[in-house]
C-alpha cells in the first residue's frame, strides 16, 4: 500500500467520523437552547439554517463555559480560607465563587473582564447585618 492510499482511507474514515458526530447533533439536546445560541448569531452577523451547527455551537459553549466554572474552582480552593471564628461557621466549609476567581480563570482564555468598584464581591454580601463578621 502506497501513502497516497493510506492517506486516502484516513481521510474516508475522519469523513465518516466527522458525518456521524454531526448525524448524532441532531439526537442531541443541548444545555444552551438553539433559540439562545441562534440569537448570538445572529446578533453577530451570522445566519446558518443547519440546526447541527447551531447545536455545535452549543456545545462548544457549552464546554468553554464547564472549563472556566472548573478553573474558577481551582482558584476559589486554592485562595487561602478566612479565619473562622466560631465553631458552628467552622463546620460550614461552603466554597464562595468571587468575581476574582472568575477574573483569573477568564484571563486563562484571553477574556478580561473588569468590574465597577462598587460591585459587590465579598462572601457576605447580601447577608443579614447581624450575621457578618465584617
Do not use: W
Not at 466549609?93 to 460591585?119: C, I, Q, W
Amino acid at each position: 500500500m502506497n501513502q497516497g492510499q493510506q492517506s486516502g482511507e484516513a481521510k474516508h474514515e475522519d469523513d465518516a467520523a466527522l458525518t456521524e458526530f454531526l448525524a448524532s447533533l441532531m439526537d442531541y439536546t443541548p444545555t444552551i437552547p438553539d433559540d439562545l445560541v441562534e440569537h448570538y448569531l445572529a446578533k453577530s452577523g451570522f445566519q446558518c439554517p443547519d440546526v447541527r451547527l447551531i447545536r455545535l455551537v452549543a456545545v462548544a459553549t457549552q464546554k468553554f463555559v464547564a472549563d472556566v466554572a472548573s478553573d474558577a474552582l481551582q482558584h476559589c480552593k486554592a485562595r487561602p480560607a478566612p479565619v473562622v471564628k466560631d465553631k458552628k461557621q467552622q463546620k460550614d466549609k461552603r466554597l464562595v465563587l468571587t468575581m476574582e476567581d472568575l477574573s483569573k480563570a477568564l484571563r486563562e482564555y484571553g477574556v478580561n473582564v473588569k468590574h465597577p468598584e462598587y460591585f459587590a464581591d465579598s462572601p457576605s454580601t447580601g447577608m443579614d447585618p447581624a450575621t457578618r463578621d465584617e
